[in-house]
């Protein structure tokens, strides 16, 4: 079965800790999002990538980064810049960054801070 | 500012009746809507989507209604079900514009009671 793949479902990080989210997808689509959802509020972009080796900032990237070394990877750093980190992460991929086909999602990771 | 809004954060329905979810948009570019659903710790699911080519779509039981002029969209569920109980997020963007620019409403929780 195609789809996406998050983990962990539930991290926790120690204040000044760096965490990685893990986001892979075997859907060949070639863009991929990462949000962030906090409770009541809809889905915030935090970066984005329309091909490997590319990605774009959204419009929440301050104190996050990201990679994408393969097609199907998009690892979300996690920073000790990013001062209010607990919220529920979302990785999504499409076929294209300009497709109208919609976006998959993946189950989501819970980042809660110790 | 919120380009999309979803007014209603939540909406009680009793089984067999109509639900009519609505979001509104200032955004007058915006050109292609979308409708996902998410149920509690899972990511969202792909619904239903329109572009302003056309005032309606229906698939099942569900259907979205365009008024470009009132910049308003609408999900009706007829019948609902109980298993239709989750978060209704809505999502605009231009017509093959970028994904990185889908803009997101931040949801109207639909409980439909047995």
């Known amino acids: 079965d195609g789809g996406i793949t998050q983990s962990p479902k539930y991290l926790f990080r120690k204040e000044g800790q760096n965490v990685t989210l893990s986001c892979e997808q075997n859907l060949n689509h070639d863009a991929m999002y990462w949000y962030r959802q906090d409770p009541g509020q809809g889905l915030r972009l935090i970066y984005y990538s329309q091909i490997v080796n590319d990605f774009q900032k959204g419009d929440i990237a301050e104190g996050y980064s990201v990679s994408r070394e393969k097609k199907e990877s998009f690892p979300l750093t996690v920073t000790s810049a990013q001062k209010n980190p607990t919220a529920f992460y979302l990785c999504?991929?499409?076929?294209?960054?300009?497709?109208?086909?919609?976006?998959?999602f993946g189950d989501g990771t819970r980042l809660s801070i110790l | 500012d919120q380009q999309v809004k979803q007014n209603s954060p939540s909406l009680s329905v009793q089984e067999g009746r109509i639900s009519i979810l609505n979001c509104d948009y200032t955004n007058s570019m915006f050109d292609y809507f979308l409708w996902y659903k998410k149920y509690p710790a899972e990511g969202p699911t792909f619904l239903i989507s329109i572009s302003s080519i056309k005032d309606k779509n229906e698939d099942g039981r569900f259907t979205v209604f365009l008024n470009k002029s009132a910049k308003h969209l609408s999900l009706h569920i007829v019948p609902s079900q109980p298993g239709d109980s989750a978060v209704y997020f809505c999502a605009a963007k231009r017509n093959g514009g970028s994904q990185g620019n889908l803009i997101f409403g931040k949801g109207t929780k639909l409980s439909v009671k047995p």
């Open positions: 999504a991929s499409s076929t294209s960054e300009y497709s109208n086909q919609p976006q998959h």
